[in-house]
Nanobody, 123 residues
């Protein structure tokens, strides 16, 4: 069974940067599109970015485009989210997930989720 573990969250000032990592156990990581989502308490989970199994194709939410970069290293079973120019509204719990059903930006297509990592951006 594949497990996903996020890390790299923390507290940062507005305008700062963070790099999130998502480490996957198991040998099927490289076969799947992977994605990042975020969620605040009481709100729906929101798509951030996704990357194809090869790393060639990526998709970003409008709020992330130009500021965030998704990447992956299949040799390390790890996906990353480089977040620059962070804003207070980026404060959320960030989750990585495996896209099982070709969902890309739709959370319903993802079947395995990590436990999340908290990102807090102060103004």
């Amino acid at each position: 069974q594949v497990q996903l573990v996020e890390s790299g969250g923390g507290l940062v000032q507005a305008g700062g940067s963070l790099r999130l990592s998502c480490a996957a156990s198991g040998r099927t990581f490289s076969s799947y599109t992977m994605g990042w989502f975020r969620q605040a308490p009481g709100k729906e989970r929101e798509f951030v970015a996704a990357i194809s199994w090869s790393g060639i194709n990526t998709l970003y939410a409008g709020s992330a485009k130009g500021r965030f970069t998704i990447s992956r290293d299949n040799s390390k079973n790890t996906m990353y989210l480089q977040m620059n120019s962070l804003k207070p509204e980026d404060t959320d719990i960030y989750y990585c997930a495996r896209d099982y059903a070709g969902g890309w930006s739709k959370a319903s297509g993802y079947d395995i989720w990590g436990q999340g990592t908290q990102v807090t951006v102060s103004s």
